[in-house]
Nanobody, 127 residues
Framework: QVQLVESGGGLVQAGDSLRLSCAVLGRTSTIYPMAWFRQALGKGREFVAGISWSGSSTVYTESVKGRFTISRDNAKKMVYLQMNNLKPGDTAVYYC????????????????????WGQGTQVTVSS
C-alpha cells in the first residue's frame, strides 16, 4: 500500500513562487512514475505535470510550461512541484498521484490511470 502526503500549499500573490512536496510512504519497493493534478473550485480535476520513475523525463500541461517544474528525489521518496510566476488561474487544490507508467503525451494522464492519490494541498493565488 502506498500513501502520498502533500505539503507546501498556501496563499500567495500573483507572480510569487511556491514549492509543493509529496512524500511517498508505505512498504513498497516500487518506484512509481508520479504526477501532479489540480482541481479548481467547481471544475474537474486536471493533469498538471508528470515525471518518469528515474526523473529523466517530464511532461507538462500547456498552461504551466516554462513556469512549473516537476522533480523527484528517489532516495528521499519525495516528489516536488516548483511553481514560479503564479497566476490567479493556478488557484486550486493540488494532488500528488502515482501512476503505473509514464506518458509522453499529457493527454494520456486521465484520472483512471492513477493508482494512488494524495489528500491534496490548497494553493491560492491572489491578484
Amino acid at each position: 500500500q502506498v500513501q502520498l502526503v502533500e505539503s507546501g500549499g498556501g496563499l500567495v500573490q500573483a507572480g510569487d513562487s511556491l514549492r509543493l512536496s509529496c512524500a511517498v510512504l508505505g512498504r513498497t519497493s516500487t518506484i512509481y512514475p508520479m504526477a501532479w493534478f489540480r482541481q479548481a473550485l467547481g471544475k474537474g480535476r486536471e493533469f498538471v505535470a508528470g515525471i518518469s520513475w528515474s526523473g529523466s523525463s517530464t511532461v507538462y500541461t500547456e498552461s504551466v510550461k516554462g513556469r512549473f517544474t516537476i522533480s523527484r528525489d528517489n532516495a528521499k521518496k519525495m516528489v516536488y512541484l516548483q511553481m514560479n510566476n503564479l497566476k490567479p488561474g493556478d488557484t486550486a487544490v493540488y494532488y500528488c498521484a502515482a501512476t503505473p507508467r509514464y506518458y509522453d503525451n499529457s493527454n494520456d494522464y486521465r484520472l483512471n490511470v492513477v493508482d494512488y492519490w494524495g489528500q491534496g494541498t490548497q494553493v491560492t493565488v491572489s491578484s
